[in-house]
């Protein structure tokens, strides 16, 4: 069985500072895929990061990176200088079985950014 | 916009009656999904299409439950007899599954009210 554990159900920050979103996830499948999605009020998921098992190393986009620890069953995601339009609910996900399975996604982060 | 399309955005109906959903996943992805979400949750899987294939259904799909892709485009989702339980938002999604990975892309949701 796979779970994903988001375990802050909110963060709330000021404007330009930093914040790190945790992702611990389990499985038994040696390749599967991580995943971070971004839903805004309207609803949408929005895609922003699929890693695979395989590949560790760190990923930068611009604000935002994320780090991948197989050792620890990780895959933190951080947002440097945060934006009040990063407010959002996060979510991490995994797929299992080499990508073949749908994701299974943690409860979600509410992440709020005040001016 | 040539993302996932869901239709209608939004649904009000009375208990007891039948609600169709309907998706156009991106143009090429061959598999479509199927997620429910509620109010503080992530997704939830429900079934999915590799092409019009029916490969895998959840537990959470109930007999009232029933999803369609014909010729593998589209896909319908239908629920009879509508409970105040199915209340919630109805994703779907699509991806292109090749050797590299599989990225799944979401639709803004179908919202259904029961009352």
């Known amino acids: 069985a796979q779970k994903v554990t988001q375990a802050q159900t909110e963060i709330s920050v000021v404007e330009k500072e930093d914040v790190t979103l945790d992702c611990v996830y389990e499985?038994?499948?040696?390749?599967?895929?991580l995943f971070w999605y971004k839903q805004p009020p309207s609803g949408e998921l929005v895609f922003l990061i699929r890693?695979?098992?395989?590949?560790?190393q760190n990923e930068i986009s611009g604000r935002y990176s994320w780090n991948f620890q197989k050792s620890t069953s990780s895959f933190n995601f951080t947002i440097t200088a945060s934006q009040v339009v990063d407010s959002a609910v996060y979510f991490c996900?995994?797929?299992?079985?080499?990508?073949?399975?749908?994701?299974?996604f943690g409860k979600g982060t509410h992440l709020i950014i005040q001016p | 916009d040539t993302g996932v399309s869901q239709d209608p955005r939004h649904k009000i109906t009375k208990r007891g009656q039948n609600v169709t959903f309907r998706c156009d996943p991106i143009?090429?992805?061959?598999?479509l999904y199927w997620y429910r979400q509620t109010l503080g949750q992530g997704p939830e899987f429900l079934t999915y299409?590799?092409?019009?294939?029916?490969?895998?259904k959840s537990r959470l799909l109930s007999d009232r439950f029933s999803a369609e892709r014909p010729k593998g485009s589209f896909s319908t989702l239908e629920i009879q007899r509508t409970e105040q339980g199915d209340s919630a938002m109805y994703l779907c999604?699509?991806?292109?599954?090749?050797?590299?990975?599989?990225?799944?892309?979401f639709g803004e949701g179908s919202w259904l009210t029961v009352v």
């Open positions: 999604a699509s991806s292109l599954a090749t050797v590299s990975g599989n990225t799944i892309y």
């Open positions: 499985t038994r499948d040696t390749t599967y895929y």
């Open positions: 890693r695979n098992s395989f590949d560790e």
């Open positions: 996900a995994l797929s299992g079985r080499g990508g073949a399975d749908g994701l299974t």
């Open positions: 143009s090429e992805h061959n598999r």
């Open positions: 299409f590799q092409n019009e294939a029916q490969l895998e």
